[in-house]
């Protein structure tokens, strides 16, 4: 995350993950990762990083905002409108979101059909940063878009937001090399739930 921490740091202070360290392969003395050199007899280092089993080289515990954005009524429209008219209203949807979302430095996480679950882990604000995209994306959604209005009714959005403790990273796919930029944990589950509580246009 970028923060500064004491060099017999443990944890780190800005994000809660475990500081990385290099074991010298001379004397086991633990090094702050990047060194070069043993800071305890001067050996060369060459060894690998050594993490907690909780952290791979892809993943790491991280409190984190998860902002859950979903059309209200997409089945409806799903059956009622021509495919083609389904598929840029959600098209369109798709890309107001990302866009609202990395203006507030957050990153879409997955778009799931209809719906979009972003992630705002990086700085102190993550809450509040979440709170302003969600009011943003639905004035954005409110306004007259030429595919909302082929729909003939009016679009509305459900937006859920929860803060705490997950691991993030992108090797859930092991080997398989595509990676995807996600997370599990309690605010995955929390923010999917409470969107699905929320008024149509509400947070």
């Known amino acids: ?3 500064s921490n004491p060099d017999l740091a443990r944890f780190c202070s800005g994000c809660g993950v475990a500081v990385a360290k290099i074991e010298c392969p001379d004397c086991a003395a633990q090094n702050d990762s990047g060194s070069r050199f043993c800071n305890i007899c001067g050996h060369a280092l060459v060894g690998k990083v050594s993490e907690p089993a909780l952290r791979s080289s892809h993943a790491e515990r991280r409190i984190l905002t998860v902002l859950f954005c979903d059309l209200v009524d997409s089945t409806r429209l799903v059956d009622e409108l021509d495919p083609e008219v389904c598929r840029a209203i959600i098209r369109d949807f798709q890309m107001a979101c990302k866009e609202i979302i990395e203006q507030h430095e957050g990153r879409v996480s997955t778009y799931l059909g209809d ?20 009011l943003m ?10 595919s909302f209005s082929l729909s003939k ?5 459900r937006c859920g937001i929860s803060t705490g403790l997950a691991v993030v990273g992108d090797d859930m796919l092991g080997d398989t090399g595509i990676h995807q930029d996600t997370a599990v ?6 923010a999917a739930r409470i969107q699905g509580l929320a008024q149509p246009g509400g947070i």
């Open 153 to 157: 009714r009016k679009i509305q959005v």
């Open 115 to 134: 719906g979009i679950v972003a992630l705002f882990s990086r700085l102190e604000s993550n809450a509040e940063r979440a709170i302003n995209a969600a």
């Open 137 to 146: 994306i639905n004035r954005e959604i409110a306004r007259a878009r030429d």
């Open 185 to 190: 944990g309690l605010p995955m589950n929390m």
């Open 1 to 3: 995350c970028g923060f």
